[in-house]
């Protein structure tokens, strides 16, 4: 069994003098290029690789980030980034102008005419009034709309709220907008908003889930009804609005109440409590009489 030949010094210079400065096999000094090497042009050939490859040496600079093989596929990489996240800020950008010129184009303003297609349109892309947007349930029904008795009501199914207070206050919110929009109108005198819930067989409020992909499934009941009234006041130059709310009776009432506290304790009371103002009181007290002495 042969030993294994150990690589002389020479012959390891050699091996590595037919790798250029990137550590890639020079054509030019591989062994079947030897005998292109022999002959006349020989010693001149030899002379340019040399000059070759110093000019490779003296060129690559160990300090600096650029593929001494000359590649520029980092660099392509980076443009290729840059480029996309670019794009994506664009896209980002011109959707969010799209969709805010979409907006204000489709837009109803109750207050130049009001019918039952304004309102349902109205119901359906949203309301401005001021600088706010309201956007109302999906599920509604438009029961009124006429400037010849002065009405507007419809009622909504709310399947965003998960309890009491929730349905409160976006409720009173969406029938805000909703009258302010129409009350605008010098035709329309009272707006009324009536507003569902979904519950299960234990009374529970039952609301969309998965971003709105799996719609809410229960028992409707009515909860509340918002009543937007306008009068001319005894003063001329003002016009009295008034809102009543029907359908809070006590049970509905209390439940609303539960949920208040139990949202207020989450927060911390900085109040004083009874007992550290008697002691403040004293110790003033007490300082007082020091120095009455």
Known sequence: ??????????????????????????????????QFSRGIFGSRRAKKRAAKKEAQRAAIDPLSD???????????????????IMGVFVFVLGMQIVYGVSRRLNTANLSDRANAETVSHAMDSG?????????????????????????????????????????????QIQASALATNALLNEKINRVVYNVYALVDDSGAFQHDSLFGFLPARGARRAMLTFVWTKTQSATPSNIDWELKIIGMDDDLAEAIQKQVNSVSSLAEDPGATQAEIDEDLRMREEEAALFSE
């Open 1 to 34: 069994m042969g030993k294994k030949h150990k690589m002389t010094p020479e012959e390891a210079r050699d091996l590595f003098a037919e790798l250029d400065a990137s550590g890639v096999l020079d054509p030019d000094d591989a062994p079947g290029c030897e």
């Open 66 to 84: 650029d593929d001494p093989s000359g590649s520029q596929v980092s660099k392509t990489i980076s443009r290729t980034a840059v480029l996309v």
């Open 127 to 171: 309301v401005e009034w001021g600088n706010g947007f309201t956007q109302f349930p999906r599920e509604f029904t438009v029961n009124e709309a006429s400037e010849k008795t002065g009405t507007i009501e419809v009622s909504v199914v709310d399947s965003d709220s998960r309890n009491e207070l929730e349905l409160l206050s976006n409720s």
